[in-house]
């Protein structure tokens, strides 16, 4: 596989498409050395990204090989989507530059933001149930194709199945995680582990079948470890209901691929470790990611502390690449994100020092205090109304 050296961006940019991808590839040092680990624990964070996660890679490439195909027609076609979201903003904001409408069909349990942002970018939105199966008419599969087959020029490019969708983390993230790894001043430029999340599958499948392919003149063979939630089929298991969103599915996509000569172990992950492992990805390193970001942290740890990974884990020449998938903007109204960790003796002492500082409590700008007997309202007493803010009046 020949390496593309062209990963970053060099001069002005035509359009936000321009700026899909071409992720960093950051150091986890922090959380790798309260692990005990030795070994490099790198983060592909695709965050970065135009669109703000994994996605906009498939989506940039499903729309223009569907163009080059005359599967979409520019003033005519009318793209159709189900997806839990990531997929939906990457390809409404592809439509949004080349012109098309998009219709995206949403599980409930998906965040409000994500269906903000893709109204923001022009897309209807049509919400489906989350308990709903795959088969189900109902489901946000079954919605998609009931109105692509009743709008003229309704058309669906099918994460599930379409060959783009892997090709794109074949062609393009893989190739960004080897240029990083071997423009780097790291001892050695291959990957020891790769980790990452299972939704459709392409994002794993692709990185595999590039991770093989190029270690096909070498004697050095990689350890793929795919990830997915416990409720999802693809790992193994029954399916179920989960509140991680963006992985696991209760069917095989086509895309994915369960050779296993590509993917060497699956490791099923449960919400209350994957969001702990994001808040941690926030508070330690740093980085602003979502929850399917920390399925896959929770997975390369616990497999670097099993029998297996132990070696990987104790070499300070293996590199570990983790894909966190998407950032934490389309989760701030969830509740495993607003809820705050408990504060240590540490927390609470500079808390008081900056409560006796100014003179109050910290979230009380208006000095909330009783005045002869008058409890406060609106955030001050009666006596004190002078010194409030001026309401805003909505017009």
């Known amino acids: 596989m020949a390496l593309d050296t062209t990963h970053h961006w060099q001069g002005v940019l035509?359009?936000?498409?321009?700026?899909?991808?071409?992720?960093?590839?950051?150091?986890?040092?922090?959380?790798a050395e309260a692990e005990g680990f030795k070994c490099n624990l790198l983060a592909k964070c695709e965050y970065f990204s135009a669109g703000g996660s994994v996605k906009d890679r498939i989506a940039k490439r499903m729309v223009?090989?569907?163009?080059?195909?005359?599967?979409?027609?520019?003033?005519?076609?009318v793209v159709i989507e189900?997806?839990?979201?990531?997929?939906?903003?990457?390809?409404?904001?592809?439509?949004?530059?080349?012109?098309?409408?998009?219709?995206?069909?949403?599980?409930?349990?998906m965040s409000l933001e994500k269906e903000v942002m893709l109204r923001a970018l022009g897309a209807?939105?049509?919400?489906?149930?989350?308990?709903?199966?795959?088969?189900?008419?109902?489901?946000?599969?079954?919605?998609?194709?009931?109105?692509?087959?009743?709008?003229?020029?309704?058309?669906?490019?099918?994460?599930?199945?379409?060959?783009?969708?892997?090709l794109a983390h074949y062609h393009e993230t893989y190739g960004e995680i080897a240029y990083a790894l071997k423009s780097s001043m790291l001892r050695r430029k291959d990957i020891a582990l790769l980790v990452a999340g299972a939704g459709t599958g392409g994002t794993i499948t692709g990185l595999a079948r590039a991770v093989r392919d190029a270690e096909k003149d070498s004697d050095h063979r990689a350890i793929v470890v795919a990830c997915d939630p416990v409720g999802s089929i693809l790992g193994g298991g029954l399916p179920g209901m989960y509140q991680v969103e963006g992985i696991g599915y209760d069917f095989f996509p086509k895309v994915l691929?369960?050779?296993?000569?590509?993917?060497?172990?699956?490791?099923?992950?449960?919400?209350?470790?994957s969001f702990?492992?994001?808040?941690?990805?926030?508070?330690?390193?740093?980085?602003?990611?979502?929850?399917?970001?920390?399925?896959?942290?929770?997975?390369?740890?616990?497999?670097?502390?099993?029998?297996?990974?132990?070696?990987?884990?104790?070499?300070?020449?293996?590199?570990?690449?983790?894909?966190?998938?998407?950032?934490?903007?389309?989760?701030?109204?969830?509740?495993?994100?607003?809820?705050?960790?408990?504060?240590?003796?540490?927390?609470?002492a500079l808390r008081e020092t900056i409560r006796k500082v100014i003179g109050r409590d910290l979230?009380?700008?208006?000095?909330?205090?009783?005045?002869?007997?008058?409890?406060?309202?609106?955030?001050?007493?009666?006596?004190?109304?002078?010194?409030?803010?001026?309401?805003?009046v909505a017009k």
């Open 14 to 31: 035509n359009s936000a498409l321009d700026a899909v991808g071409h992720t960093p590839l950051i150091r986890l040092d922090r959380i």
């Open 64 to 77: 223009e090989q569907a163009e080059k195909e005359g599967t979409l027609v520019p003033g005519q076609s």
């Open 82 to 109: 189900p997806t839990s979201g990531n997929t939906g903003i990457g390809l409404a904001l592809a439509c949004a530059i080349k012109g098309y409408r998009c219709i995206i069909t949403l599980p409930a349990k």
């Open 124 to 166: 209807e939105i049509v919400r489906t149930p989350t308990e709903a199966p795959h088969n189900d008419p109902e489901s946000l599969i079954g919605i998609a194709e009931r109105l692509r087959d009743a709008i003229p020029g309704g058309v669906i490019l099918d994460q599930y199945s379409n060959p783009n969708n892997p």
């Open 257 to 273: 691929d369960m050779e296993p000569s590509l993917i060497d172990k699956w490791l099923k992950t449960d919400d209350t470790e």
């Open 276 to 348: 702990a492992a994001a808040k941690r990805l926030i508070r330690i390193e740093g980085l602003m990611v979502g929850g399917s970001s920390g399925t896959a942290l929770a997975g390369a740890v616990r497999f670097l502390h099993s029998d297996e990974g132990r070696k990987i884990a104790e070499d300070p020449t293996a590199n570990v690449v983790v894909v966190l998938p998407d950032g934490s903007r389309n989760y701030m109204s969830k509740p495993w994100f607003l809820a705050q960790p408990a504060e240590g003796q540490e927390e609470l």
């Open 363 to 392: 979230d009380d700008p208006y000095k909330k205090k009783v005045v002869n007997g008058s409890a406060p309202v609106n955030g001050h007493s009666k006596v004190d109304k002078v010194d409030a803010a001026p309401a805003i």
